[in-house]
């Protein structure tokens, strides 16, 4: 006993009981002091690089986007305020509305399609025996592994003009007409290797979490669905989607935000072309600010697609919030 | 109950099928990377390479500035992983083992932070390091790394901390460890897969990143291993055995280290991910 009340009162144990016992009597006033400033000491430094490297770049990309800043501008060192110009020459311009709703099509196709193929592959690798199970899974592994741009670039060689396999087997299978077909030289040919080297690369992650998921489904739920008469089908609504609706919602959010900035995959395989044709926001914004030198611009549309971005997930963000606040509240 | 032969063979005919395609890309860029060129420019797709040739290899590493990409992709991604984890860990434990006000707030704003859309704010982020002269360096393209794996970083380490019993602590320090000591001692080393998991994300993440190196480092000499991959096909034209080896050398050390670490690292990714 002794021992304990002599060491500085600052254990995690201490702090527990000090700051945390709801219920466990008057803390000791020393013991709170130190132990209610340790955590913010332990959390200054990653609040203070949050601040310094996330936060400094967001308030700099607000400030930029009411600034003429130009090339001209920017060699000069020189900084122009001109209001809410970009703002309205974005808004009222076509190009952003075209390209906010090709991003928004093009988030919706993926996201469907990834969540709906992922579904599919996690309650197949549920119903596997144990060897196929594994095999199936180092595949997917693999795919889920593959660093973006080498994906890119092996899906350009897979779909290249002269001697991609692609057009190869689309030759053997009878369309000859694709034996020499340039997929980046048509605007939906171009999304829909894009789209394929996505969901490929995005259903791991969804089927590995959804077989993780079903696999903490208890047993019993499904004995007493067998006992209520309940088929196949039956106990799948009734137990198995139920139980995996929180898995679904958090992972359709997660890839709602991978797939909306996917800006390494569409500017790598054909730099937003034909013709600017497959710019999403992220690479219209990195095209206009930095390709073509109009940095104001650029900052102001990254703004935009910021706030659309937390437009996209608003709903899951709120059921976050809300679920972390009641936690908060019972604590 | 038993299941027709039909009902048995479906899905391991299904399973053998999404295999091959989940593969396929994987396998067809290794096999590329060690054809022969007439192999790899034959009317026909040669399936599985039988003449095997380094050629391309040589081609890949004897590009210019290769091993200066090597060192640099090298030294930003090791210098952004350690750092993240040294200032994780401080923020980890505090979140899993303290109590105070506003945990739930630091926890909600890591994991917006987790969010932070990267590829859209590189414009800021051009502006900012170019006031501070520091294009073509590596020490921003660090710090920026170490910001991107961080909120990640603590919010997985933090399931970890938490997974470690308190018990354990609380009795090192009965028998008179310091607090540091009880860390050091007890938490760290049972602690130690939970690093190498998140680490290797952050790796990955740090390894990977191209939008932003893209922007900032026009000089050769501070540009790193996926500038060099995607400038490649222009270098080369269409040479795809040497693209191909370059893929593979950038893809494999990555590829080796998921497949050993996936499982482990997996949970920590969820638990960090879907729930705070």
Known sequence: ?331 | MKRSLFGRIWPNATAVVLFIGFVFPVYWMIATAFKPTGDIISEDPVWFPTDITLDHFKTATGADHFWTFVTNSLTVTVLAVVFSLVIALAGSFALARMRFRGRRGFIIGFMLAQMAPWEVMIIAMYMIVRDASMLNSLVPLTAFYTMMILPFTILTLRGFVAAVPAELEESAMVDGCTRMQAFRRVILPLLAPGLMATSMFGFITAWNEFALVLVLNKDAEAQTLPLWLTSFQTVFGNDWGATMAASTLFAVPILILFVFLQRRAVSGLTAGAVKG
């Not at chain 1, 500085?8 to 700051?19: E, I, L, W």
């Not at chain 1, 990309?61 to 001109?82: C, G, K, P, R, Y």
């Not at chain 1, 809410?84 to 906010?100: A, K, Q």
């Not at chain 1, 093009?106 to 309650?123: D, E, K, P, Q, W």
């Open chain 1, 1 to 331: 006993m002794t021992v304990q009340t002599e060491r500085p009162p600052s254990g995690p144990a201490d702090v527990r009981r000090t700051a945390g016992g709801g219920g466990s009597g008057r803390p000791n006033p020393r013991a709170s002091r130190v132990g209610a400033l340790a955590p913010y000491l332990l959390l200054l430094p990653a609040c203070a690089a949050t601040v310094l490297l996330l936060g400094w770049p967001l308030l700099k990309d607000l400030l930029l986007s009411f600034q003429n800043l130009n090339m001209a501008q920017l060699i000069q060192h020189v900084t122009e305020w001109n209001g809410i110009d970009n703002y309205t020459e974005v808004l009222t311009g076509e190009d952003f509305w075209r390209v906010t709703l090709r991003s928004i099509l093009f988030t919706a196709v993926n996201v469907a399609l990834t969540m709906f193929l992922g579904s599919l592959v996690g309650l197949l690798l549920a119903r596997l025996g144990k060897r196929m199970r594994f095999t199936l899974m180092i595949g997917l592994v693999l795919a889920w592994a593959m660093p973006v741009v080498a994906a890119t670039t092996v899906y350009q060689w897979l779909f290249a003009q002269r001697f991609g396999v692609v057009n190869w087997v689309l030759d053997k299978l009878g369309r000859h007409s694709m034996a020499d077909y340039s997929w980046t030289s048509d605007q939906m040919s171009t999304f829909f290797v894009v789209t394929v080297l996505i969901v490929w690369m995005s259903i791991p992650f969804v089927a590995i979490n959804l077989y993780a998921a079903t696999t903490t489904i208890p047993g019993e739920l499904y004995e007493a669905a067998a006992l209520d008469g309940a088929g196949a089908w039956k106990s799948f609504t009734t137990v198995t989607l139920p139980f995996l609706r929180p898995f679904l919602y958090a992972t359709t959010f997660l890839e709602i935000i991978w797939i909306f900035k996917a800006f390494v995959q569409v500017y790598t395989f054909n730099q937003g072309g034909p013709d600017r044709l497959t710019e999403i926001l992220p690479v219209y914004a990195y095209i206009e600010g930095v390709g073509n030198q109009h940095y104001g611009m650029g900052a102001a549309i990254a703004f935009l697609t910021i706030l659309i971005m937390i437009g996209l997930t608003a709903y899951y963000l709120r059921i976050v919030l809300k679920q972390e606040k009641e936690e908060e509240a019972g604590l």
